[in-house]
């Protein structure tokens, strides 16, 4: 099973990610360096060794654009997104229910995330056992809905500007925490 990600490997593999949809071949150590200031190819290949340890990602060491992503579909039209059992956005992989290649006009981010609604949310027209497409962010716009970890249990409603993206009040007391936006709402039918 797949380690969880340090923010920098996060990063460098959505970079891959993007790069090998848009391109169709993968980025050299160099520009991935250059993409985000690392000035040493070693470091780069520790990252990527790193990614390749926890099982994101097989390569070829000795070529420069020998990266192969592991259990994605790099169409560029869609964006994999895994659906968590519980609130985290970085939960281990053992917490990924299930993952889903969603259109990238509708997870427009590659940082999005499902998780499942454990409330009816009738202003909002979302019911229990819904998924609710989730993108990370620390400050929402007026138009958004925000989607809160309180205690482990799906919150979502309109932002408040109290509560900081580290789930701290102005006061520094612990509330609710922010996940991020919600960008959409998927509900799948019984069969019949």
Do not use: W
Not at 112 to 125: E, I, S, T
């Amino acid at each position: 099973m797949p380690e969880v990600l340090s923010p920098i490997e996060r990063r460098i593999y959505n970079y891959v990610v993007e790069y090998l949809k848009r391109e169709t071949f993968q980025p050299s150590i160099r520009e991935i360096g250059t993409r985000f200031g690392i000035r040493s190819t070693k470091t780069v290949t520790e990252h990527l060794q790193s990614l390749q340890r926890k099982g994101y990602l097989d390569r070829t060491p000795s070529r420069s654009r020998a990266l192969r992503i592991l259990g994605l579909d790099l169409s560029p039209a869609t964006v994999t997104v895994p659906l968590y059992r519980d609130t985290q956005s970085q939960a281990p992989e053992e917490e990924v229910e299930a993952r889903y290649d969603l259109d990238v006009g509708v997870a427009c981010s590659a940082d999005c995330f499902l998780l499942r609604a454990n409330d009816h949310f009738p202003d909002l027209g979302i019911l229990r056992g819904d998924m609710v497409l989730v993108e990370p962010c620390d400050r929402p716009n007026g138009t958004d809905l925000a989607v809160y970890d309180q205690g482990g249990r799906v919150e979502i409603r309109d932002p408040d500007p109290s509560i900081e993206g580290n789930g701290m009040a102005a006061r520094g007391n612990p509330v609710a925490q922010m996940l991020g936006c919600v960008r959409a709402v998927l509900r799948v039918f019984p069969k019949a």
